[in-house]
Protein backbone atom coordinates (compact mmCIF):
# COMPACT_ATOMS: atom_id res chain seq x y z
CA UNK A 1 0.00 0.00 0.00
CA UNK A 2 2.48 2.39 0.39
CA UNK A 3 5.85 3.85 -0.87
CA UNK A 4 8.86 1.45 -0.07
CA UNK A 5 10.60 4.22 1.58
CA UNK A 6 8.43 3.96 4.49
CA UNK A 7 9.65 0.41 5.40
CA UNK A 8 12.84 1.99 6.32
CA UNK A 9 11.74 4.99 8.42
CA UNK A 10 11.04 5.61 12.28
CA UNK A 11 8.50 7.41 13.72
CA UNK A 12 9.61 10.92 15.61
CA UNK A 13 9.63 9.06 19.15
CA UNK A 14 8.73 13.09 21.04
CA UNK A 15 8.67 13.41 24.75
CA UNK A 16 5.34 12.89 26.11
CA UNK A 17 3.36 16.65 27.58
CA UNK A 18 4.18 16.97 31.23
CA UNK A 19 -0.37 16.27 31.88
CA UNK A 20 0.55 13.22 30.24
CA UNK A 21 3.31 12.19 32.25
CA UNK A 22 1.50 13.30 35.61
CA UNK A 23 -1.42 11.32 34.68
CA UNK A 24 0.16 8.51 33.47
CA UNK A 25 2.77 7.89 36.69
CA UNK A 26 1.01 9.36 38.93
CA UNK A 27 3.46 12.27 39.70
CA UNK A 28 2.28 15.68 41.35
CA UNK A 29 5.77 17.49 39.70
CA UNK A 30 7.47 16.33 36.65
CA UNK A 31 10.59 18.46 35.47
CA UNK A 32 10.79 17.96 31.77
CA UNK A 33 14.54 17.83 31.07
CA UNK A 34 14.19 16.03 27.05
CA UNK A 35 12.90 18.32 24.71
CA UNK A 36 15.36 21.31 25.50
CA UNK A 37 12.07 24.08 26.15
CA UNK A 38 12.33 27.05 27.34
CA UNK A 39 12.16 26.97 31.13
CA UNK A 40 11.39 30.67 31.55
CA UNK A 41 8.15 30.17 29.16
CA UNK A 42 7.13 32.53 26.65
CA UNK A 43 7.14 36.51 26.74
CA UNK A 44 3.97 37.74 28.47
CA UNK A 45 3.99 40.18 25.00
CA UNK A 46 3.69 37.08 22.88
CA UNK A 47 0.71 36.09 25.28
CA UNK A 48 -0.85 39.25 25.18
CA UNK A 49 -1.01 39.09 21.33
CA UNK A 50 -2.63 36.05 21.27
CA UNK A 51 -5.32 36.44 23.26
CA UNK A 52 -5.68 39.37 21.48
CA UNK A 53 -5.96 37.75 18.28
CA UNK A 54 -8.31 34.69 19.38
CA UNK A 55 -11.52 36.58 17.92
CA UNK A 56 -10.29 36.29 14.55
CA UNK A 57 -9.52 32.40 14.56
CA UNK A 58 -12.35 32.04 12.34
CA UNK A 59 -10.21 33.56 9.49
CA UNK A 60 -7.43 32.20 7.18
CA UNK A 61 -3.47 33.52 8.43
CA UNK A 62 -1.34 35.45 6.27
CA UNK A 63 -0.32 32.53 3.83
CA UNK A 64 3.20 34.52 3.69
CA UNK A 65 3.77 35.48 6.85
CA UNK A 66 4.82 39.15 5.52
CA UNK A 67 4.70 40.80 9.05
CA UNK A 68 6.98 38.43 10.68
CA UNK A 69 9.04 38.02 7.24
CA UNK A 70 9.02 42.09 7.75
CA UNK A 71 10.08 42.21 11.00
CA UNK A 72 12.78 39.52 10.62
CA UNK A 73 14.49 41.26 7.53
CA UNK A 74 14.95 44.50 9.34
CA UNK A 75 16.63 42.29 12.45
CA UNK A 76 18.97 40.00 10.22
CA UNK A 77 19.78 42.60 7.13
CA UNK A 78 18.62 40.69 4.48
CA UNK A 79 15.76 41.53 2.00
CA UNK A 80 11.91 39.99 3.56
CA UNK A 81 12.36 37.84 -0.11
CA UNK A 82 14.69 35.57 1.41
CA UNK A 83 13.46 35.15 4.11
CA UNK A 84 10.83 31.94 4.59
CA UNK A 85 8.84 30.91 7.78
CA UNK A 86 7.80 27.61 8.46
CA UNK A 87 6.06 25.33 10.43
CA UNK A 88 8.48 25.17 13.18
CA UNK A 89 12.07 24.18 11.92
CA UNK A 90 10.80 21.27 11.21
CA UNK A 91 8.69 21.98 8.03
CA UNK A 92 12.00 23.92 6.79
CA UNK A 93 13.94 20.67 6.93
CA UNK A 94 11.06 18.52 5.50
CA UNK A 95 10.52 21.00 2.50
CA UNK A 96 14.67 21.09 1.85
CA UNK A 97 14.89 17.42 1.01
CA UNK A 98 11.46 17.64 -1.02
CA UNK A 99 13.45 20.45 -3.10
CA UNK A 100 16.67 18.97 -3.26
CA UNK A 101 16.91 14.92 -3.21
CA UNK A 102 16.36 12.68 -5.74
CA UNK A 103 15.85 8.90 -5.26
CA UNK A 104 20.09 8.01 -5.04
CA UNK A 105 21.15 11.16 -3.96
CA UNK A 106 23.00 12.09 -1.35
CA UNK A 107 23.22 13.92 1.95
CA UNK A 108 25.49 14.46 4.63
CA UNK A 109 25.42 14.58 8.54
CA UNK A 110 28.15 14.45 10.84
CA UNK A 111 27.38 12.03 14.14
CA UNK A 112 25.49 12.69 16.64
CA UNK A 113 23.04 14.80 14.89
CA UNK A 114 19.64 15.55 15.19
CA UNK A 115 17.37 12.77 13.84
CA UNK A 116 14.98 14.44 11.55
CA UNK A 117 17.93 15.23 9.27
CA UNK A 118 17.72 11.09 8.10
CA UNK A 119 13.45 10.72 8.18
CA UNK A 120 14.02 13.25 5.73
CA UNK A 121 16.29 12.67 3.35
CA UNK A 122 15.05 8.74 3.23
CA UNK A 123 11.46 9.79 2.79
CA UNK A 124 13.34 11.68 -0.64
CA UNK A 125 14.83 7.63 -1.18
CA UNK A 126 17.93 9.68 -0.83
CA UNK A 127 20.96 8.62 1.20
CA UNK A 128 21.88 10.10 4.06
CA UNK A 129 26.05 9.39 4.23
CA UNK A 130 26.75 9.47 8.17
CA UNK A 131 30.53 10.65 9.00
CA UNK A 132 32.18 11.15 12.38
CA UNK A 133 34.75 13.24 13.84
CA UNK A 134 37.87 11.92 15.75
CA UNK A 135 36.12 13.86 18.96
CA UNK A 136 32.87 15.24 19.50
CA UNK A 137 34.30 18.69 18.12
CA UNK A 138 33.44 19.96 14.64
CA UNK A 139 36.09 19.07 11.68
CA UNK A 140 35.56 20.76 8.06
CA UNK A 141 38.39 17.62 6.80
CA UNK A 142 35.71 15.31 8.09
CA UNK A 143 32.78 16.77 5.88
CA UNK A 144 34.98 18.08 2.82
CA UNK A 145 36.02 14.39 2.18
CA UNK A 146 32.59 13.01 2.02
CA UNK A 147 31.28 14.66 -0.76
CA UNK A 148 30.62 12.57 -4.07
CA UNK A 149 29.21 13.41 -7.22
CA UNK A 150 26.12 12.56 -5.88
CA UNK A 151 26.11 14.82 -2.66
CA UNK A 152 22.95 17.42 -2.75
CA UNK A 153 23.25 18.64 0.82
CA UNK A 154 25.09 18.76 3.63
CA UNK A 155 23.62 19.30 7.13
CA UNK A 156 25.81 21.43 9.61
CA UNK A 157 24.44 22.04 12.95
CA UNK A 158 25.45 24.84 15.61
CA UNK A 159 25.47 24.36 18.47
CA UNK A 160 24.94 20.61 17.86
CA UNK A 161 22.03 18.47 19.29
CA UNK A 162 22.65 16.60 21.07
CA UNK A 163 26.37 17.88 21.75
CA UNK A 164 26.05 21.56 22.20
CA UNK A 165 29.27 22.17 20.49
CA UNK A 166 30.04 24.59 17.57
CA UNK A 167 31.06 25.50 14.23
CA UNK A 168 34.38 28.32 14.71
CA UNK A 169 34.17 31.04 12.33
CA UNK A 170 37.34 29.76 10.44
CA UNK A 171 36.06 26.25 10.21
CA UNK A 172 32.55 27.01 8.63
CA UNK A 173 34.25 29.97 6.26
CA UNK A 174 36.61 26.66 4.93
CA UNK A 175 33.55 23.98 4.57
CA UNK A 176 31.76 27.25 2.47
CA UNK A 177 34.64 28.39 0.08
CA UNK A 178 35.33 24.46 -0.26
CA UNK A 179 32.30 23.16 -1.13
CA UNK A 180 30.68 22.84 -4.47
CA UNK A 181 28.35 25.57 -5.38
CA UNK A 182 25.90 23.30 -6.84
CA UNK A 183 25.66 21.41 -3.39
CA UNK A 184 23.07 23.06 -0.68
CA UNK A 185 24.70 23.88 3.02
CA UNK A 186 21.76 23.94 5.57
CA UNK A 187 23.32 25.96 8.61
CA UNK A 188 21.08 24.61 11.46
CA UNK A 189 21.17 27.48 14.08
CA UNK A 190 18.06 26.67 16.20
CA UNK A 191 20.15 27.43 19.02
CA UNK A 192 21.74 30.72 17.86
CA UNK A 193 20.77 32.85 20.47
CA UNK A 194 22.72 30.75 23.34
CA UNK A 195 26.08 30.36 21.32
CA UNK A 196 25.83 33.82 20.23
CA UNK A 197 27.84 35.54 23.06
CA UNK A 198 30.74 33.35 22.04
CA UNK A 199 33.62 35.22 20.34
CA UNK A 200 34.07 32.00 17.68
CA UNK A 201 30.63 31.59 16.51
CA UNK A 202 29.93 32.89 13.53
CA UNK A 203 26.40 34.87 12.61
CA UNK A 204 25.44 32.38 9.37
CA UNK A 205 23.52 35.20 8.13
CA UNK A 206 26.73 36.88 7.06
CA UNK A 207 28.34 34.60 4.95
CA UNK A 208 24.97 34.23 2.77
CA UNK A 209 25.79 36.96 0.46
CA UNK A 210 28.62 35.53 -0.61
CA UNK A 211 27.42 32.02 -0.74
CA UNK A 212 24.53 31.35 -2.75
CA UNK A 213 23.97 27.63 -1.78
CA UNK A 214 23.43 28.39 2.14
CA UNK A 215 20.30 28.36 4.05
CA UNK A 216 20.16 29.13 7.81
CA UNK A 217 17.50 27.47 9.93
CA UNK A 218 16.52 29.17 13.02
CA UNK A 219 13.42 28.48 15.56
CA UNK A 220 10.73 30.72 17.85
CA UNK A 221 10.60 26.95 19.78
CA UNK A 222 14.15 27.91 22.13
CA UNK A 223 15.49 31.22 23.37
CA UNK A 224 12.16 32.83 22.68
CA UNK A 225 9.84 29.96 24.17
CA UNK A 226 7.30 29.62 21.76
CA UNK A 227 7.85 25.34 20.89
CA UNK A 228 4.17 25.13 21.12
CA UNK A 229 3.29 27.25 18.79
CA UNK A 230 5.76 26.09 15.73
CA UNK A 231 7.74 28.65 14.20
CA UNK A 232 10.77 28.65 12.93
CA UNK A 233 12.52 30.21 9.75
CA UNK A 234 14.89 30.24 6.73
CA UNK A 235 17.10 32.44 5.30
CA UNK A 236 19.06 32.30 1.87
CA UNK A 237 19.32 33.36 -1.27
CA UNK A 238 16.26 34.63 -2.79
CA UNK A 239 16.56 31.46 -5.42
CA UNK A 240 16.23 28.94 -2.49
CA UNK A 241 13.56 30.48 -0.33
CA UNK A 242 11.39 30.90 -4.04
CA UNK A 243 12.14 27.02 -4.37
CA UNK A 244 10.53 26.36 -0.68
CA UNK A 245 7.60 28.88 -0.99
CA UNK A 246 6.65 27.11 -4.28
CA UNK A 247 5.71 23.82 -2.36
CA UNK A 248 5.14 24.65 1.32
CA UNK A 249 0.83 24.45 2.28
CA UNK A 250 -0.40 26.99 1.86
CA UNK A 251 -1.54 28.34 5.48
CA UNK A 252 1.19 26.85 7.13
CA UNK A 253 1.94 28.94 10.29
CA UNK A 254 -0.68 29.32 11.98
CA UNK A 255 -2.58 32.82 12.99
CA UNK A 256 -1.71 32.44 17.04
CA UNK A 257 1.68 31.29 15.84
CA UNK A 258 2.41 34.71 13.94
CA UNK A 259 1.14 37.17 16.10
CA UNK A 260 3.18 35.52 19.11
CA UNK A 261 5.95 35.13 17.15
CA UNK A 262 5.79 38.72 16.02
CA UNK A 263 5.27 39.99 19.51
CA UNK A 264 8.14 37.96 21.01
CA UNK A 265 10.19 39.64 18.17
CA UNK A 266 9.30 43.08 20.11
CA UNK A 267 10.25 41.33 23.23
CA UNK A 268 14.52 41.12 23.42
CA UNK A 269 14.31 41.20 26.97
CA UNK A 270 13.10 37.60 27.34
CA UNK A 271 15.26 36.19 25.18
CA UNK A 272 17.99 37.86 27.29
CA UNK A 273 16.41 36.50 30.45
CA UNK A 274 15.89 32.79 28.50
CA UNK A 275 20.12 33.37 28.08
CA UNK A 276 20.82 34.12 31.52
CA UNK A 277 19.32 31.29 32.92
CA UNK A 278 20.26 29.07 30.61
CA UNK A 279 24.25 30.32 31.58
CA UNK A 280 22.95 29.73 35.42
CA UNK A 281 21.58 26.24 34.92
CA UNK A 282 24.68 25.03 32.71
CA UNK A 283 27.05 26.21 35.31
CA UNK A 284 25.36 24.76 38.12
CA UNK A 285 25.57 21.24 35.75
CA UNK A 286 28.95 21.55 34.81
CA UNK A 287 29.89 22.54 39.04
CA UNK A 288 27.91 19.06 39.94
CA UNK A 289 29.60 17.01 37.16
CA UNK A 290 33.10 18.29 37.85
CA UNK A 291 32.29 17.36 41.58
CA UNK A 292 31.20 14.27 41.04
CA UNK A 293 33.58 13.41 38.22
CA UNK A 294 30.94 13.32 35.24
CA UNK A 295 32.18 13.42 31.88
CA UNK A 296 30.28 16.33 29.98
CA UNK A 297 30.69 18.25 26.67
CA UNK A 298 31.02 22.05 27.03
CA UNK A 299 27.23 23.39 25.92
CA UNK A 300 26.71 26.15 23.86
CA UNK A 301 23.20 25.81 24.13
CA UNK A 302 20.32 24.76 26.42
CA UNK A 303 21.32 21.33 27.05
CA UNK A 304 24.46 19.15 27.93
CA UNK A 305 25.40 15.74 26.65
CA UNK A 306 26.55 13.56 29.84
CA UNK A 307 28.74 10.30 30.08
CA UNK A 308 26.76 8.80 32.89
CA UNK A 309 29.55 5.63 32.51
CA UNK A 310 26.44 2.99 33.34
CA UNK A 311 24.05 2.30 31.04
CA UNK A 312 21.73 4.75 30.47
CA UNK A 313 18.69 3.05 30.87
CA UNK A 314 19.62 2.67 34.67
CA UNK A 315 19.98 6.25 35.24
CA UNK A 316 16.64 7.05 33.59
CA UNK A 317 14.22 4.65 35.24
CA UNK A 318 15.99 6.17 38.05
CA UNK A 319 15.48 9.86 37.51
CA UNK A 320 11.60 9.06 36.04
CA UNK A 321 10.63 7.60 38.97
CA UNK A 322 11.76 11.56 41.12
CA UNK A 323 9.52 13.09 37.86
CA UNK A 324 12.89 14.35 36.10
CA UNK A 325 12.82 12.81 32.20
CA UNK A 326 16.14 13.57 29.92
CA UNK A 327 16.91 12.17 26.70
CA UNK A 328 18.60 8.61 26.27
CA UNK A 329 21.76 8.79 24.38
CA UNK A 330 20.35 5.55 22.87
CA UNK A 331 18.70 7.68 20.30
CA UNK A 332 21.98 8.68 18.98
CA UNK A 333 23.69 4.74 19.26
CA UNK A 334 25.05 6.24 22.96
CA UNK A 335 24.44 3.40 26.06
CA UNK A 336 25.98 5.47 28.50
CA UNK A 337 25.37 9.01 27.08
CA UNK A 338 21.98 11.33 28.25
CA UNK A 339 21.20 15.12 27.31
CA UNK A 340 19.88 17.01 29.81
CA UNK A 341 17.78 20.05 29.07
CA UNK A 342 18.84 23.01 30.96
CA UNK A 343 15.74 23.82 33.36
CA UNK A 344 14.58 26.28 36.04
CA UNK A 345 16.47 26.42 39.81
CA UNK A 346 14.42 24.19 40.98
CA UNK A 347 14.43 21.26 38.18
CA UNK A 348 18.30 21.79 38.18
CA UNK A 349 17.84 20.88 42.45
CA UNK A 350 15.56 18.22 41.52
CA UNK A 351 18.26 16.80 39.02
CA UNK A 352 21.17 17.23 41.15
CA UNK A 353 19.11 15.81 44.48
CA UNK A 354 17.80 12.47 42.16
CA UNK A 355 21.43 11.79 40.82
CA UNK A 356 23.00 12.17 44.13
CA UNK A 357 20.61 9.46 45.53
CA UNK A 358 21.45 7.32 42.58
CA UNK A 359 25.55 7.19 43.30
CA UNK A 360 24.86 7.32 46.77
CA UNK A 361 22.97 4.13 46.85
CA UNK A 362 24.98 2.02 44.36
C1 LIG B 1 19.06 21.00 15.79
C2 LIG B 1 17.60 21.27 15.66
N1 LIG B 1 17.13 21.74 14.51
C3 LIG B 1 15.84 22.01 14.33
C4 LIG B 1 14.93 21.79 15.34
C5 LIG B 1 13.49 22.06 15.05
O1 LIG B 1 12.89 22.94 15.93
P1 LIG B 1 11.41 23.41 15.74
O2 LIG B 1 10.74 22.53 14.74
O3 LIG B 1 10.79 23.35 17.08
O4 LIG B 1 11.52 24.82 15.21
C6 LIG B 1 15.36 21.30 16.57
C7 LIG B 1 14.42 21.03 17.66
O5 LIG B 1 14.69 20.51 18.69
C8 LIG B 1 16.74 21.02 16.73
O6 LIG B 1 17.23 20.52 17.88
Known amino acids: MFRKCLDQLDAYK ?45 TYPDAGSERIRQSL ?36 AIVPYFSLYKNNVQLMNGILKEVKCETFEFEPKTILSAITSKTRLIFLTSPNNPTGTIIRREQLIEVLNQVPKDIVILLDEAYYDYAAECMDYPD ?72 EQNKKSLMRLYDYFNSRKIEYIHSHANFVFVNFNRPISEVTQHLSKDGIFITPGTVWGYDTWGRISTGTDEAMTAFIDSMDSLINNS
Do not use: C
Open 73 to 108: SGVLGVKPSQIMIGNGGDEILRLLTEILIDPGDEAI
Open 204 to 275: GVAYLKSHENLIILRTFSKSFGLAGLRVGYAVSSEKIIEALLKIKLVFNVNLLAQAAALAALQDPRHVQKSI
Open 14 to 58: AGKPISVLKKELGLNQVYKLNANENPNGPSKEAMRSVSEILEQIS
